[in-house]
Each structure stands twice: as C-alpha cells, then as structure tokens.
C-alpha cells in the first residue's frame, strides 16, 4: 500500500508544479477553422516578451503561461497560413491587456469581432478605452474610412487629405487630453499608469506629469511600465543640451564590451534605431556619407539597435554597409540604454561632444549634415 502511495504522489506532483507554474490561459473559439490556420501571441511581461503559437483545430486554440502581474498582448490569426508578419501587420490582429486569469476568446468568424469573457483586466481595460475615446488602433481605422470615402479626386486633393489628417491629429490630442485626465482621477488603476505613460510621450513635460506620477501608488511605480516612466522623467534633464551624456557599457556584435566613456575626446553620434525600423534604413546612406567624410577628423557613431532578433540586427548591418560602432543587449524596447535614454520611438540620436556633454539631439539628413559641417569647419 505503500508503494503504490509513493507511485500516486511521484504522478500527481509533476502534474500540480505544471499547475503552479501556469496562471494564465487564454482559450479561443474563431469559427472552425483548421489548418493551415494558425494563432500568434506576443506580451510583455516585467519588462520581459515572449511569444508563442498553435494551430487551431475546429476553430480551438490555447495559451498558457504565468506572469507576474498585468500584461500587454498582441494577438493574431493566420487564416490561410501565409505566417505571422503577413497576419500581423496586414491581417486579423488585436490588442488587449490580461492578468492571472482563464480568459475565453470567441467569434463567429475572426480575432477583430471577438468577445471577451472571464477577465476582470479586459472589461478595466474596454472602460479605459470608453472614457478616453478608443484605441489608438480604433482612431487609425476611423481615418481610413474617412480618406476611403473620398472620391478617387478627393483624395488626390491636398485640401481634403489635410482635413483628413488634421481631424486625425485633433482626435489624437483629445485622446491624450482624456488619457491624462484618466491617469490624475485613478491613482490606484493599472491603467492610470498607462493613461500617464502614453500620453507623456517621448519628450516628457516633467512639470506636468511628474506631480501625476508622484500620486500613484507604490505598487503602480513598482511595475516595469511604472520603473520605464520613471526612467523617462529624469531622462528628460539627464539628456538635454548641455548635460552629460549618460554613460553606459553594452556588447558588440561579437560580445565585446563597448563603452560611451571609451570615446571621450570624439564626436559621438549616439544612435538608436532597429532593422525593422523603416525610417532608420532610409537615413542610413545619408549616416554613412556623413561618417565617411569625417571619421578621420575624430567622428564615431555609436548606434544601439532595438532589435530581439540578433540575426535580423546582423543582416541590417551587413546590407547597409554600416562600419561604425554597433552595440545591442537584443531586448526590443526594453534595450537598458534606451530606457536609460528615454528612447519611445526611433530613429533618435544625441550628439556627444569631446567633452561628454549632449550637443544636439534628434539629427538627421541635413540638419546632421550641417552642425557636422559647423563642428568639423576647421
């Protein structure tokens, strides 16, 4: 009796540590779809992504995983199994925030006209959305209906794609507006603190939101997206013209450590930028005339890529051509140094001067060319 004993408890806990280790699952119902039709997630957790996906039976799928607290997610459904960036970026795709919680995904036919049922998170999240006028996602499709119902001559109209893009901005701002008013009125909601983060931007009004931030709650800032805003607010002084540039150390393509002290005594384009950034690439040829003209005068770029994907980061180089300095800790967003820097939203750059302090910040294409010019005149 004995041994059989020790035989169901050597099954049974194996089975209760899976238990332990998984408080999150999201299950979907999408029709019937089969194969070739396929599921894709991405979500943030602590600062940390990950990523998964399954291929739907009868329309089924499922996820599971633990996290810490509140995530982010993407979701999106491959229907013909064309793959992920095709489904992502010009398919069936939504956003949405989960916690420890079984979550049911349903719809009759895809992921856009699902419903949600079992989260607590996603019903505090579709408030939010209500009180500050939609998801970013929302207002883009609302000015495509708008641009699309123009006749074919009004929307080669410059008068009527203005009024197009000036309602789309206005609606932004009011959105922004309501995010902040949102973030001041729920100093204890988890998306209070996202309401402050995104309306805060890339160049934060520290005297504006930093009074908002310091009535949160402690366990809003203990949270990696109330640490990040953090890091925003100081890096606003801790990067301004004047200012010493934050030193920092990170590994080369080679995993060798690259230092910005190391540079003293040059000029020091810091930039950021990533492969799958399309306005990095496009100013990369203008970067390296730039750094073929004054290398030898003590020029140095050292770029920090955003990239997850050391092979993607590795080929961007290799098909640009860039022989400069390249350094990445391949953490997406979450790159320590662009945190450090308050980097939302690339390209971004500081130029360094020999001193160490931030001379500019922000150039490119001729406004580089020319403070290059100015500094290197003689």
Known sequence: MKIITTLVLMLVLPILAMAQSTNFSLSGKIGNLNAPAKAYIDYMDNGVSHEDSTVLVNGAFRFTGNISGISNARMALDHTGNGKQRAVYTGDVIYFYFGKEQVLISSKDSLENASFSGSKVYEEYTAYNRFIGGTI??????????????????????????????????????????????????????????ALSESAGSK????????????????????????????????????????????????????????????????????????????????????????????????????????????NWLKAIDADG?????????????????????????????????DGKIIANDLRGESLKNKLAEIFKN
């Open 137 to 194: 996602m929302a207002l883009t499709k609302e000015v495509n209906a708008a641009f699309n119902s123009g006749t074919p001559a009004q929307q080669k109209d410059t008068a009527f794609i203005k009024a197009v893009d000036n309602q789309f901005r206005n609606n932004i701002k009011i959105r922004e507006d309501k995010q902040f008013q949102f973030a001041k009125l729920n100093p204890n909601s988890y998306f209070g603190l996202v």
């Open 322 to 354: 860039l022989p400069w300095l390249h350094v990445s800790d391949l953490k997406g967003w979450n790159n320590a140094v662009g945190r450090m820097y308050g980097v939302r939203a690339v390209p971004a750059s500081f130029l360094v001067g020999r």
């Open 204 to 311: 934060v009004n520290v005297a504006k939101i930093e009074p908002v931030y310091n009535a949160l709650s402690k366990s809003l800032k203990a949270t990696d997206t109330g640490k990040e805003l953090a890091q925003r607010i100081a890096a606003n002084g801790m990067t301004a013209i004047g200012a010493t540039a934050p030193l920092f150390t990170q590994n080369d393509v080679i995993g060798k450590p690259i230092s910005l002290e190391s540079l003293r005594g040059k000029i020091v384009l810091v930039e950021f930028w990533a492969s799958w950034c399309g306005p990095c690439r496009a100013e990369n040829p203008n970067l390296v005339k730039e750094y073929q003209l004054y290398k030898d005068k003590g020029f140095q770029v050292l770029s920090v890529s955003l990239d997850s994907s050391k092979e």
